[in-house]
């Protein structure tokens, strides 16, 4: 093999050829050691898979609105918000242990919050999922600074933990009762005092972690 084929080989793409090479929903060049410094942005192209996408965005990265079913091959750093609204993901499997800035995955199938960011540095928005339950959302995630929105989701259990999240300034639910209550003990109120008015407000399935 001569030496330009070799270095060929090995080259890492530049951002916009390694957009230009997506092709049936993946990425065919291999962008795994790719340091974006600014935003990645490649909504609407079908992208089934985020395997050969970049290692790192100093800014946002930017999926929404395509067919990825997991964030598997997601950077391993984030500066700012990732947001992959409108996917087919049914758990956050795959993200990045941080994101410096909101965290967007609205209009998706999560029945599960398990692979979520442990720290969220701003928002956390997650409407219209199909979460049933929110058991042991504290140890998926140990702090958001700012809300969660979680309307639009049949969640009838385990909302608890959601006080054992550093930095959680309220939450929003269809239940405006559940809500109104979860509301006055964030962040880090007492979990006991906001368990007993759950179960006295006929909240029982709610009031775990």
């Known amino acids: 093999m001569k030496l330009n084929e070799i270095i060929g080989k090995t080259k890492i793409p530049t951002v916009n050829e390694l957009l230009a090479s997506i092709k049936n929903g993946r990425f065919t060049k291999d962008g795994s ?7 990645f942005s490649c909504p609407n192209n079908k992208l089934t898979s985020l395997d050969g996408g970049p290692s790192s965005v100093s800014e946002s990265l930017f999926v929404s609105h395509n067919a990825l079913t997991s964030l598997k091959g997601s950077p391993s750093f984030i500066g700012r918000n990732l947001s992959c609204n409108d996917n087919k993901l049914t758990s956050l499997e795959g993200a990045p242990s941080s994101v410096g800035g909101s965290l967007f995955c609205n209009n998706n199938e999560l029945t599960s919050i398990e692979g979520a960011p442990s720290q969220i540095g701003g928002y956390f928005y997650c409407r219209n999922n199909k979460l049933t339950s929110l058991s042991n959302i504290h140890k998926y995630i140990k702090e958001v600074n700012g809300y969660i929105n979680f309307e639009d989701n049949p969640i009838k259990s385990s909302v608890l933990g959601l006080v054992k999240i550093n930095g959680l300034t309220n939450v929003m639910f269809d239940d405006k009762k559940l809500e109104k209550i979860m509301n006055k003990y964030l962040p880090l109120g007492d ?6 008015e759950l179960i006295e ?9």
């Open 33 to 39: 050691k790719l340091k974006v410094v600014g935003d």
């Open 201 to 209: 407000a006929g909240l029982e399935a709610f009031a775990e972690l």
């Open 191 to 196: 979990i006991f005092d906001c368990q007993e």
